[in-house]
């Protein structure tokens, strides 16, 4: 962890990370294939203990109960990321245009936490983490590490990164907020600039 000017902790994501590969069941997901142009970001609202990224990527392991449609591509958390839904399809994650054009990143935290609790030990690796996935897809998929708001998002300016909130404020395809009003999300963003270039490794 680094210190920024102003003494608040800073997210500076610059180490190599492996992505645990669980697949979702075939049923969770659409597999028409795309080029993705947008990062979602997500907050679990689920637990932040380390290893909570494959406890949620094996909810999706098995076919979900009829009508439930749930899914995400990544899940992160403070030790490791896993892999569920492959990039070029299309995962369940933020109503039908965030859903077409959106890789879907589920970072383990909630919507409520404060902004001191995103910078406690536990979600600042989380964060840290979360930011060298983010950058990986950037670089795949060439995505430019730009924050894209509601008001982009409605004039069409898809390229970029953006959160739940913003995509459900743009196409009211959805009534989530999260990852919440206090998730660092100008530190998370210079934090992916910062990784890029770094690979991401997949596991065998």
């Given at each position: ?42 907050a679990t609202d689920g637990c932040e203990s380390t290893h ?27 030790d490791s990321a896993a892999q569920c839904v492959p990039d ?62 509601a008001d982009a998002l409605r004039r069409g300016v898809t ?46």
């Amino acid at each position: 962890m680094s210190i920024d000017a102003e003494g608040a902790p800073r997210i500076v994501a610059s180490e190599v990370l492996s992505i645990a590969m669980i697949p979702a069941h075939p049923t969770n997901y659409d597999r028409t294939t795309r080029s993705p142009s947008l990062i979602v970001i997500h907050a679990t609202d689920g637990c932040e203990s380390t290893h909570a990224d494959i406890d949620g990527a094996f909810e999706l392991t098995h076919e979900l109960p009829h009508g439930k449609k749930k899914s995400w591509h990544y899940i992160v958390d403070a030790d490791s990321a896993a892999q569920c839904v492959p990039d070029e399809h299309i995962a369940w994650h933020a109503g039908h245009h965030g859903n077409v054009i959106g890789l879907g990143v589920e970072i383990c935290g909630s919507a409520k936490q404060s902004r001191d609790q995103w910078y406690d030990a536990v979600s600042l690796a989380t964060l840290n983490n979360a930011a060298r996935v983010v950058a990986g897809l950037c670089i795949r998929w060439h995505i430019p590490a730009i924050l894209r708001d509601a008001d982009a998002l409605r004039r069409g300016v898809t390229q970029g990164i953006a959160t739940h909130a913003a995509t459900a404020e743009a196409w009211h395809e959805s009534d989530h907020t999260d990852p919440g009003p206090n998730f660092p999300l100008a530190e998370f963003v210079h934090a992916v600039r910062v990784a890029i270039g770094v690979s991401i490794v997949p596991k065998p």
